[in-house]
C-alpha cells in the first residue's frame, strides 16, 4: 500500500460541500454557546461537521448515527462515574464498556464508534453529573439539526451529472467495441491483435460497474431532496438507459471471446460472418444513437444519420463453411443487441 494513497482521494471534494461544512460548524458553535453557556460546544461543532454529507439522504442518516452515539455515551459515562467515581482508569473502562454496549445492541460501525468516542470524552472533560449529560445531549442535537438544515437549505447536492458523465462513456465505449469487433471481422488478425481486441472488450465491466455506481449515488441524492422535482424524470430516464445498455456489455464480451475462440483466417471471407460485422456496424451507430442524451460530451462527427440503422434483424442461410457455430452464436447475440437497441427485449 502507497503511503501518499491513505492520505489523498481520487476525487476533489466540491468547494462548496468544504464551505458548507465550516459554516455548519461556526454557526453550530455559535448557536449552541448562546444556548446553553458555559463548557465550549465541543458536541455541537462536531455533530454538524459530521453531518454535512455529500447527500441529504446521508445528512439525515448521519445525524440519527451521531445522536443515538451521543446519548448512550454520555448515559455509559455518566452511569461509570456513579458506580466508579472519576478515576483515571475509568476512561478505559468507558470504551470497553462503550463497544461492548454498541456490540450488543447490534449498532453499526460509526454509531458503536461514536458511542465510544462520547463516552471518552465526556470523562476526558472533567465534567460528567446529570446536567452536563443531558446539556452535552441537547448540544448535540442543536449540532446535528444545524447540520442537517443547512446541508438541505444551502443548494442540497444533486449527483445526475456524474451518472450522466459514465452512462455517456459506457455508450460511447460500447460502440467502439462494437466497431472494432465489425472491423476483426473483414481481415485476418495477428494473436496479438485477437489478445487486445479481448482486454478492449473486457475494460466494458469496470465501466458498467461504475456507471452503476453513479446511478445509486445519484439517486440517493434525490432522497429527501427538495429539488428532487426537477431532476426525477431526467435520473428515471438514464436509469431505462442504462437498463437498456447495460446487457449489451455482456452480449459484446461474449462475441469477442466466441470470435477469438474460432477464429480461423478463412472467416474474413465468409459471406455470413462479413453480414454479421457489417450489422455490429450498424449497431454500434445505434448505440450512439441510443446514449446522445446522456453524452455531454459527444464525439465530433460520430454521429453520420439520427435514424437507426439496424432495421429488422438479420437472416442468413445456414453456413456452407465450418463456421456455423461461430455464426450461430454471434447471430443469437446479436439477436438480443437489436432487441435491446430497439427496446423489444
Given at each position: ?6 492520505l ?13 461544512s ?34 441529504v ?14 446519548i ?41 464508534n ?31 439539526a ?30 467502439a467495441s ?43 441524492s ?23 445498455i447495460s ?13 477469438i ?31 446522445q442524451?446522456?453524452d ?11 435514424i ?38
Amino acid at each position: 500500500m502507497r503511503f501518499p494513497a491513505t492520505l489523498r482521494s481520487a476525487r476533489r471534494a466540491p468547494l462548496l460541500q468544504v464551505l458548507k461544512s465550516a459554516a455548519a460548524t461556526i454557526a453550530a458553535w455559535l448557536i449552541a454557546g448562546w444556548v446553553l453557556p458555559g463548557p465550549l460546544p465541543v458536541f455541537a461543532a462536531i455533530a454538524a461537521l459530521l453531518v454535512v454529507q455529500p447527500s441529504v439522504n446521508q445528512s439525515l442518516s448521519k445525524a440519527i448515527e451521531r445522536s443515538a452515539g451521543v446519548i448512550l455515551g454520555v448515559i455509559i459515562a455518566v452511569l461509570l462515574t456513579v458506580v466508579l467515581g472519576a478515576q483515571s482508569w475509568v476512561v478505559l473502562a468507558a470504551v470497553v464498556v462503550a463497544m461492548l454496549a454498541a456490540w450488543a445492541m447490534r449498532a453499526s460501525t460509526g454509531t458503536g464508534n461514536q458511542v465510544a468516542i462520547s463516552a471518552v470524552l465526556v470523562l476526558a472533560l472533567g465534567a460528567s453529573n446529570p446536567d452536563y449529560a443531558v446539556d452535552r445531549i441537547i448540544e448535540t442535537l442543536i449540532g446535528a439539526a444545524i447540520g442537517f438544515v443547512i446541508n438541505i437549505a444551502i443548494v442540497p447536492p444533486v449527483l445526475t451529472a456524474p451518472a450522466r458523465r459514465d452512462i455517456g462513456m459506457l455508450g460511447r465505449e460500447l460502440a467502439a467495441s462494437l466497431d472494432r469487433l465489425a472491423e476483426a471481422l473483414s481481415a485476418n488478425r495477428s494473436g496479438p491483435q485477437l489478445q487486445e481486441l479481448m482486454l478492449e472488450a473486457r475494460l466494458l465491466r469496470p465501466m458498467k460497474d461504475a456507471a452503476e455506481a453513479s446511478l445509486e449515488e445519484a439517486e440517493e441524492s434525490l432522497a429527501l431532496n427538495p429539488r428532487r422535482g426537477r431532476h426525477r424524470d431526467d435520473l428515471t430516464a438514464l436509469r431505462a438507459l442504462f437498463e437498456r445498455i447495460s446487457p449489451v456489455v455482456t452480449q459484446v464480451i461474449g462475441m469477442t471471446r466466441a470470435y477469438i475462440d474460432h477464429y480461423e483466417d478463412s472467416l474474413a471471407q465468409d459471406p455470413a460472418v462479413r453480414a454479421i460485422g457489417d450489422q455490429l456496424r450498424r449497431a454500434g451507430h445505434d448505440m450512439r444513437l441510443a446514449v446522445q442524451t446522456a453524452d455531454v460530451a459527444p464525439e465530433p462527427d460520430a454521429m453520420t444519420s439520427t435514424i437507426p440503422a439496424l432495421t429488422t434483424p438479420l437472416v442468413v442461410r445456414p453456413p456452407a463453411s465450418d463456421h456455423w457455430i461461430l455464426v450461430g452464436s454471434l447471430m443469437e447475440d446479436l439477436r438480443r443487441i437489436h432487441g435491446e437497441l430497439r427496446d423489444e427485449a
